[in-house]
């Protein structure tokens, strides 16, 4: 099964060259795209000795535009289409919510600060993403909402986001079978009157 993006939109307005390259777009559908490797399988079979996943998935970070503090959330769309020959469903998963694979998400590296600050991310819910899964017929496509609320002043919240092409089985249960791409969600929010400057 394939799963490819192929368009994007942006609460900002930005033109959309400039939505693929802060989406990380073709990155993403190069990954995507790309034949599991060995240790890919692995993971898949939770028999990799790492807890950090993007020490073993291809990374892709996801920029939000910067707003100052108490701005409307912003947001990417991205469409995903089922580009492949066969069924497929995928999933969006956030750290820590999967009590049944705790130890694909518990890194024991991290600092306690990079703790506090990702169970903080998580408690206050600055990402959200609608819908977390889906099933796609060939050819089909549906339309992720990808938001960040500018709550919080910071100078970059980070939030990795496993994007997984799966079987979602009846029970609601994912089952890793396809590529698996860790999104990293970077979000940024300015005190009121803060100078920022940003490259085009």
């Not at 990417?76 to 820590?96: E, I, M, Q, S, T």
Request: net charge negative.
């Amino acid at each position: 099964p394939v799963l490819a993006c192929v368009d994007g939109r942006s609460s900002a307005g930005l033109p959309p060259s400039r939505i693929w390259r802060e989406l990380g777009l073709l990155k993403l559908n190069a990954s995507l795209s790309a034949d599991l490797t060995p240790t890919e399988i692995l993971w898949n079979l939770a028999e990799v000795d790492e807890t950090d996943p993007s020490k073993v998935l291809p990374v892709v970070e996801v920029r939000f535009p910067v707003a100052e503090v108490g701005s409307s959330p912003s947001w990417f769309v991205a469409r995903l289409r089922n580009a492949g020959l066969l069924p497929l469903d995928f999933a969006l998963r956030f750290p820590k919510e999967d009590e049944d694979e705790p130890e694909n998400w518990v890194d024991k590296d991290l600092q306690s600060q990079e703790e506090l600050t990702l169970n903080f991310i998580l408690e206050k819910k600055l990402f959200v993403i609608q819908p977390r899964r889906a099933h796609l017929e060939v050819g089909e496509e549906v339309d992720v909402v990808f938001t960040y609320k500018h709550t919080f002043p910071s100078a970059e919240f980070r939030l990795p986001v496993i994007l997984a092409v799966c079987e979602i089985q009846s029970s609601g249960a994912v089952r890793n079978t396809g590529k698996q791409v860790v999104l990293q969600l970077i979000g940024q929010t300015l005190q009121i009157g803060e100078a920022n400057l940003q490259l085009p």
